[in-house]
């Protein structure tokens, strides 16, 4: 059984939490795309692992975790992820693996992130200054590039660091009146970086069919979420990489058909960090509520999370350009104590009903939420483990969501730890 996790909003949606759980059955966990804007968060007792590049497998002893070929690997972040989960005692020798032509993060790539963000101002994009979106151009422009297996060549690394910095230099110096950086300084953290990741280096691609052909269980990690899809999402207000079910097989190089299952995990309501459109935001009284129950600020930024309702046409879009099978519904527990809850069913646009969400930035604008209004209920429910002894509303509020996205919720989040999970 192969198995591909995917966010169906604009991310957050606790994707870490249902990798890790769905982990216990699998033998590989992968991460395809994104880098280290992504921020999963796994509970395990009173761990809190928010894991930012390793797969979210990495907490299972016995599971192998890739770090696939469309991954921006800021080998910074990567080497500090490995080092703080040794210091926890979970050591990654011999089952992490990283592709061998993933691509590099390296300083210049953050100070460009930085610079364009701060040049745009208010109509910034609201990234999470990772170097991804600079990295990401780097990579399709073909030029200016470092990938992993450039960290084995030492030499000739040196040399093409060289160039790169002095042109990055003169465009930051000239646009941006930018202080240069040290080539030789990047060529110095490149040599530690070389000593700690080389010997996890692989052809990730040979190790991945191979193990499918052992009949290995192969599951899946998307990073993001379906509506900040570079091609898919709210453009530009989106990440640089294919962050729907969509971007899986060329993050990896495994065909999509050798998937069984694509689960795509949502909230019980709707977060967005960053700028860009939200329809159904409540930027009032009933945000703010969740906001403090979800504790809905940032893994990766700390930055505090636009909150709103749940938004059946963003996520039947997900759910229908992923071809995703089932949903795992996060964060039910959240959503206790408040008297009604909205469910937005169609958007009216220019006086006309919609319910296929139009990923283009002008009608998106312009759309208005339909909403649902549903009872609430009052009991806490983050002990609750089985669907019948949810309180009848809340039973209802998931059916009405099935019925909404045409899918069924196979498991329901009723709390950040790994046991807070209701299975169906
Ligand atoms: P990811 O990026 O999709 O992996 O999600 P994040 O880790 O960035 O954010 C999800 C947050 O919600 C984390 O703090 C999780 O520990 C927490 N979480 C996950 N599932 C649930 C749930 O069902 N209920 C509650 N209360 N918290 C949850
Ligand atoms: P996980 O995997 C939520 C958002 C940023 C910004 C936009 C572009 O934890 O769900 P970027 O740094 O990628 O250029 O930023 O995308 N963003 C995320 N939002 N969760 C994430 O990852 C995100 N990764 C990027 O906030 O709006
Ligand atoms: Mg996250």
């Not at 429910?381 to 039973?395: C, G, K, Q, W, Y």
């Amino acid at each position: 059984m192969n198995c591909c996790v995917v966010g169906l909003q604009w991310g957050d949606e606790g994707k870490g939490k249902v990798v890790d759980i769905l982990a216990e059955d699998s033998d590989i966990v992968v991460r395809y795309s994104g880098g280290a804007n992504a921020g999963h968060t796994v509970v395990v007792g009173d761990d809190r692992f928010a894991l930012h590049l390793l797969p979210s497998g990495v907490v299972r002893p016995n599971v192998k975790c890739v770090i696939a070929n469309a991954v921006v690997v800021d080998p910074e972040v990567l080497t500090g992820e490995i080092e703080a989960l040794a210091d926890k005692g979970i050591t990654l020798n011999e089952r992490l693996l990283i592709s061998e032509n993933a691509h590099l993060v390296l300083d210049y790539h953050k100070q460009e992130d930085r610079l364009r963000e701060e040049a745009l101002g208010k109509h910034k994009l609201g990234t999470t200054v990772r170097g991804i979106g600079p990295c990401y151009a780097d990579k399709v422009g073909r030029t200016f590039t470092m990938r992993m297996a450039d960290l084995a060549e030492l030499d000739e690394l040196r040399a093409k660091l060289k160039a790169i910095v002095e042109y990055k230099n003169k465009v930051f110096g000239a646009v941006y009146g930018a202080e240069p950086i040290s080539a030789d300084e990047i060529f110095d953290k490149c040599r530690s970086y070389a000593e700690k990741l080389l010997p996890l280096m692989a052809d990730t691609t040979e190790f991945l069919h191979k193990s499918l052909a052992d009949g290995r269980s192969i599951l899946f990690e998307g990073a993001q979420g379906s509506l900040l899809d570079l091609d898919h999402g709210t453009f530009p207000f989106v990440t640089s990489s294919n962050s729907s079910a969509l971007g899986m097989s060329a993050g990896c190089g495994v065909s999509a058909r050798m998937v069984d299952r694509f689960l795509g995990v949502a909230k019980a309501y709707t977060t967005r960090v960053g700028s860009g459109p939200f329809p159904s935001e409540q930027d009032n009284d009933v945000g703010q509520y969740i906001r403090d129950r979800g504790h809905e600020y940032g893994t990766t930024t700390g930055r505090p999370r636009r909150c709103g309702w749940f938004d059946a046409v963003a996520v039947s879009y997900a759910v229908t350009i992923g071809a995703i099978d089932s949903i795992a519904l996060m964060h039910l527990d959240t959503l206790s104590g408040l008297k009604e809850l909205q469910i937005c069913r169609e958007y009216q646009i220019d006086g006309r009903s919609t319910s296929f969400f139009p990923a283009n930035l002008r009608r998106l604008a312009q759309a208005r939420c339909v909403y649902e209004t549903v009872g609430g209920w009052d009991e806490e429910i983050t002990e609750v483990s089985s669907f019948h002894d949810l309180p009848l509303n809340a039973r209802n509020y998931v059916v009405l969501i099935e019925e909404m996205t045409k899918r069924p919720v196979t498991m329901i989040g009723v709390g950040p730890r790994r046991n807070q999970v209701i299975s169906r």
